[in-house]
């Protein structure tokens, strides 16, 4: 009986990621991967992008602060894990370990980052992004190869003034990764959900920071 029960389960399982899959495809990733931004911000060429030129998989999100960009820039020159924090959902992030503890003030120590510093996702161990790029009040460019395995990404944070108190926070994330079976499970069925997920978060949380 158990183990009919167990056979019932995984079918069902099966049978609810058949439907679930092709529905996130067709309604949800078209929306998650340019969450909040314009198609004009979509195709306006970045910093960092020359980092990955042929991304397997990209997204540029993107919010409005009612702040002006030099107060919304020291919330992100002190992003990462014993640092600022994510300014994301710190509770599922220290489930898996990450120990990520997001501040709600600017830290003075922190707001001095430099080409090759590096950014991390958690303790020693966990992945990084290294500084390629930094452009004082206006661009933070993550990237790098960091595991040959796991490909190369890049991860961008670009603030775009409208006026003297309004600015567009641009995040674009571009990855590229060896064709294999495993690393588009990895990429695109795993990793691209959680991200929206996440970076949706994150980008709410600086908002909600600056504006404050």
């Given at each position: 009986m158990l183990i009919r029960n167990k056979r019932s389960l995984r079918v069902i399982f099966l049978i609810a990621l058949s439907l679930v899959g092709p529905a996130y495809w067709?309604?949800?990733?078209?929306?998650?991967?340019?969450?909040?931004?314009?198609?004009?911000?979509?195709?306006?060429?970045?910093?960092?992008?020359?980092?990955?030129?042929?991304?397997?998989?990209?997204s540029t999100r993107a919010i409005t602060i009612y702040a002006p960009a030099a107060m919304v820039w020291p919330w992100l020159v002190q992003i990462g894990q014993g640092r600022g924090g994510l300014y994301s959902y710190?509770?599922?992030?220290?489930?898996?370990?990450?120990?990520?503890?997001?501040?709600?003030?600017?830290?003075?120590?922190?707001?001095?980052?430099?080409?090759?510093?590096?950014v991390r996702l958690g303790p020693d161990g966990y992945p990084?992004?290294?500084?390629?790029?930094?452009?004082?009040?206006r661009a933070l460019v993550l990237g790098g190869n960091r595991d040959p395995r796991a490909g190369n990404h890049s991860w961008v944070f670009f603030l775009d003034p409208i006026?003297?108190?309004?600015?567009?926070?641009?995040?674009?994330?571009?990855?590229?990764?060896?064709?294999?079976?495993?690393?588009f499970?990895?990429?695109?069925?795993?990793?691209?959900?959680?991200?929206?997920?996440?970076?949706?978060?994150?980008?709410?949380?600086?908002?909600?920071?600056?504006?404050g």
């Open positions: 067709l309604l949800g990733r078209p929306r998650h991967i340019r969450w909040g931004a314009m198609e004009a911000e979509i195709d306006q060429p970045l910093p960092g992008d020359e980092i990955v030129k042929h991304p397997r998989n990209s710190d509770w599922l992030e220290n489930l898996a370990g990450c120990d990520i503890h997001t501040a709600d003030r600017i830290i003075p120590e922190f707001q001095h980052l430099q080409v090759g510093d590096q990084f992004f290294a500084v390629a790029a930094i452009e004082p009040g006026d003297e108190t309004t600015t567009r926070l641009i995040v674009r994330s571009r990855g590229d990764y060896p064709p294999t079976v495993g690393n499970v990895i990429w695109r069925v795993i990793t691209e959900p959680l991200q929206f997920v996440m970076e949706r978060k994150m980008l709410l949380g600086i908002k909600q920071r600056a504006e």
